[in-house]
C-alpha cells in the first residue's frame, strides 16, 4: 500500500481494486483482536489425548458454525456457496488438520500454538507462487484456522449480519463467510488490509456489486471508526478525513458512474459490432461453474476462459471423471448453443494440491511443473478430466484448450492421450462428443515464436497476456517492487499479439484474446487494429468492452496501428492513443 498527505488532513491509501464503484459514507472497524497473541506451553504425555480431543472439539465447533452460516446464506449469494463448502472441506484437509494433531504429539504443545505453527508453515509453503489465484488460497487456509483458534481460546466472533447502520467495513480481512453476511441495505462498501483481485472475497464483492478496495496493508490502522472516507473501487483507492472539494469532485464521479452503468448495461445483450459494422465475439472469463450466470447477465458470447483449477484446489483428493463431467456439463448446457472453451488443469501441482504426492520442491514454480507440464507427468489425471470434457461437449459447444504449451511436442502428447481418452470412452460404451476442437494457450515466448508450426496441430489459439507479458519482459507480477513495470501496452508485448494474430490468418486458425488486456477499454484500439475480434474477460467488463466498440471503426484502428508500431516505448504508445482517443475513451487508472 501507499499513502499520501496533501496537507489538508486528507489522506489517500492505495491499494488493489477488489470491485469498481463509489461510496462515501463512515467507517466501521471490524474488531479482530486476541486471536494474534498466542503463547507457547508444553503437554503432559499423559494429556496429549485430551488436548487433541480439544483440538476437534474446536474444529467440529467451526465446522457446525460454518454450516449455520452455508443454511443462512441469503440468495444473491447462493451461486458462490461452493466457496464457503470448500472451506467446509478444508477442516478436515490433511494439510491443516491432520499436521496440527500431528505437531501436537510430536511437539507435545498446546493445540494453539501447534495450529499457529502449521499455518505458518503452509503460508511460506504458498509464499513461492507467482500465479495470483492459487496464491490466495493460502487465505483459504487461515479463514479457516482463524475460525478454530477463537473456539480454542474463546474469543466472541463479530457478526457482521448485527450491523444496524449504514457503514463502510474497514477489517484486516473479510473471510467468504463475513462477507456472505453482508446486507447491502446496511453496508455500502468495504476495505481490508489483506486480499487481492483474485481472493474469494474478491469475487463476492463483484457479486454483490459493492465497492471494495483490497490489500491496503494497515488501512485498519490508519482508519478509526466514524471516520469520513471515500472508497473509489474502480481506482484501488481509499480517502480518509476528504475534503468538502474531495467530497463534491467523488460526488460527481459517483453519479457519473451510475450514468455510465446504467447506459452501457441496458445495451450490454446488444450484439458486439464496431461503428463501420465488424462483429466481434466479447466472452466471459469464469472459475466457478455458477459464474456462467454473471457471463450470461453482463451480455456475455460465450464462455471464453473456463479455468478448471477451483474444482481441484477446493477438495483433498483428485475429483472423479464423472464429477467434473457434471461440472462442466451445467456451463455447457446453459450457455449453449454459444461457445464454452474449457482450459484443461493449469496448476502448480507440488505445492498446490497438497494430495498430489510430490515431492521435490521447486525453487521457481512459475517456471515449473505445472499446467501441461504437470498433466502430462500425470497422464491418469489428464485423461480423466480429457474425458469429462468430451462427455459434456455433447450438450452444447465446448472447446478444449491447453495452458502454457512451450513445445510442438507437448501439443502432439496432449492430444494423443486426448485420443486415447476418446477410445476407452468408446470401448466403455459411454457417448462423447467426437469432433471437439482443440486450441492452446499462446502465454509462453516459445509458443509465440514457433506459432507457424504449432498452427498446425490446433484449431485455434488463445492468448494468455497475464503470463505472457511476464514471461516475456521478465517481470513477476506478484512482486510489487517491480509492479510498474508490467504493462500490456509494452511495444514488445503489441509485437508479440501482432505476430500470432498475422499467423493466425494464414493459416486459418482462430485467434481469441483471455488476458486481463481483453478487458480494458483502454486496449480497444489496439486491439481492433490488431485484427483482434475474439476477446474474452471478466463478466463485469462485458459491457464497457461493448460499449467502446460500437464507438470505434475498424479500418481507422489498423492505420492507427501503423503508428503504433513506430512507438519505442510504453509511455509513447499510452500518449498516442490518449491524443488519438482520449475523448472516447475512459480514464486510465
Keep these: 500500500m501507499s499513502m499520501a498527505d496533501t496537507g489538508t488532513g486528507e489522506k489517500i491509501l492505495t491499494g488493489i481494486s477488489g470491485s469498481p464503484g463509489i461510496c462515501i459514507g463512515k467507517a466501521y472497524i471490524v474488531d479482530r483482536e486476541g486471536v494474534n497473541v498466542i503463547e507457547k506451553y508444553y503437554i503432559r504425555k499423559e494429556k496429549l489425548q485430551d488436548e487433541i480431543r480439544r483440538f476437534k472439539a474446536a474444529v467440529k465447533t467451526g465446522k457446525d458454525e460454518l454450516a449455520a452460516v452455508i443454511k443462512s446464506t441469503p440468495a444473491e449469494l447462493r451461486l458462490h456457496v461452493d466457496i464457503l463448502e470448500t472451506h467446509m472441506a478444508l477442516y478436515k484437509d490433511k494439510m491443516l488438520y491432520g499436521r496440527t494433531i500431528e505437531t501436537i504429539e510430536r511437539e507435545m504443545v498446546n493445540a494453539e500454538w501447534a495450529l499457529k505453527k502449521v499455518v505458518s508453515e503452509v503460508k ?13 488460497r493460502a487465505t483459504d487456509i487461515a479463514h479457516v484456522s482463524d475460525r478454530i483458534m ?19 467495513l474497514v477489517a484486516h480481512d473479510l473471510s467468504p463467510a463475513d462477507t456472505s453476511k453482508i446486507k447491502l441495505e446496511r453496508v ?3 476495505v481490508t488490509d489483506l486480499g487481492g483481485k483474485t481472493s474469494h472475497t474478491g469475487i463476492i464483492a463483484r457479486t454483490l456489486g459493492i465497492p471494495s478496495v483490497l490489500g491496503l496493508d ?3 490502522s490508519q482508519i478509526k471508526s466514524d471516520d469520513l472516507i471515500i472508497v473509489d473501487g474502480r481506482a484501488g483507492i481509499v480517502v480518509v478525513h476528504p475534503t468538502d472539494k474531495t467530497i463534491a469532485l467523488y460526488e460527481d464521479r459517483l453519479q457519473q458512474y451510475e450514468e455510465y452503468k446504467a447506459v452501457i448495461t441496458r445495451s450490454s445483450q446488444l450484439p458486439a459490432e464496431t461503428a463501420d459494422g465488424v462483429q466481434l465475439q466479447v466472452m466471459g472469463n469464469i472459475e466457478l461453474p455458477e459464474e456462467v450466470v454473471s457471463v450470461m447477465d453482463h451480455g456475455g458470447d460465450g464462455v471464453g476462459l473456463f479455468r478448471t483449477e477451483f474444482l481441484y484446489l477446493r477438495r483433498t483428493s483428485f475429483p472423479s471423471q464423472e464429477e467434473l463431467y457434471e461440472q462442466y456439463k451445467e456451463v455447457v448446457e446453459l450457455m449453449a448453443p454459444k461457445p464454452v472453451v474449457i482450459r484443461t488443469l493449469d496448476i502448480n501441482g507440488d505445492k498446490a494440491l497438497s494430495y498430489a504426492n510430490n515431492s521435490d520442491d521447486e525453487v521457481n514454480p512459475a517456471l515449473g511443473l ?41 501439443v502432439v502428447e496432449a492430444k494423443r492421450l486426448l485420443e486415447i481418452s476418446a477410445e476407452e470412452l468408446d470401448k466403455e ?23 507457424d508450426v504449432l498452427a498446425k496441430e490446433v484449431d485455434f489459439f488463445s492468448i494468455g497476456t497475464n503470463d505472457l507479458v511476464q514471461y516475456s519482459l521478465a517481470i513477476d507480477r506478484g512482486n510489487r517492487k517491480v509492479a510498474y513495470l508490467y504493462n500490456t501496452l509494452h511495444p514488445a508485448v503489441i509485437r508479440m499479439v501482432k505476430h500470432v494474430v498475422d499467423v493466425g490468418k494464414e493459416q486459418g486458425v482462430s485467434v481469441l484474446m483471455c488476458g486481463e488486456m481483453a478487458g480494458d477499454p483502454y486496449n480497444m484500439p489496439v ?9 474474452s474477460m471478466v463478466p463485469q467488463s462485458i459491457p464497457g468492452i461493448k460499449d467502446i466498440a460500437k464507438k470505434l471503426k475498424t479500418e481507422d484502428s489498423k492505420l492507427f496501428l ?21 475523448n472516447l475513451l475512459p480514464e486510465k487508472k
Excluded at 124 to 136: L, V
Excluded at 372 to 377: D, E
Excluded at 566 to 581: A, C, E, G
Design 124 to 136: 511460506a509453503m504458498f509464499q513461492n507462487i507467482s500465479d495470483p489465484y492459487i496464491k490466495g
Design 150 to 168: 477463537r473456539n480454542l481460546i474463546g474469543a466472541g466472533e463479530f457478526d457482521i449480519a448485527a450491523i444496524d447502520k449504514r457503514v463502510i
Design 188 to 190: 455500502k462498501g468495504f
Design 218 to 220: 494497515n488501512a485498519t
Design 370 to 410: 505445472r499446467a501441461i507440464r504437470f498433466c502430462l507427468r500425470k497422464p491418469n489425471v489428464f485423461k480423466e478430466q480429457l474425458k469429462a470434457i468430451l462427455r459434456a461437449a455433447l450438450h452444447g459447444n465446448a472447446k478444449i484448450m491447453f495452458p502454457m504449451i512451450s513445445s510442438v511436442e507437448e
Design 429 to 451: 460404451g459411454i457417448r462423447f462428443q467426437k469432433n471437439i476442437k482443440t486450441g492452446i494457450m499462446i502465454e509462453v515466448p516459445s509458443a509465440v515464436i514457433m506459432a
Design 527 to 535: 486491439l481492433l487494429g490488431l485484427g483482434m475480434n475474439e476477446l
Design 562 to 582: 501503423l503508428e503504433v508500431l513506430k512507438q519505442p516505448t510504453t509511455s509513447d504508445v499510452l500518449n498516442l492513443i490518449q491524443n488519438t482517443y482520449g
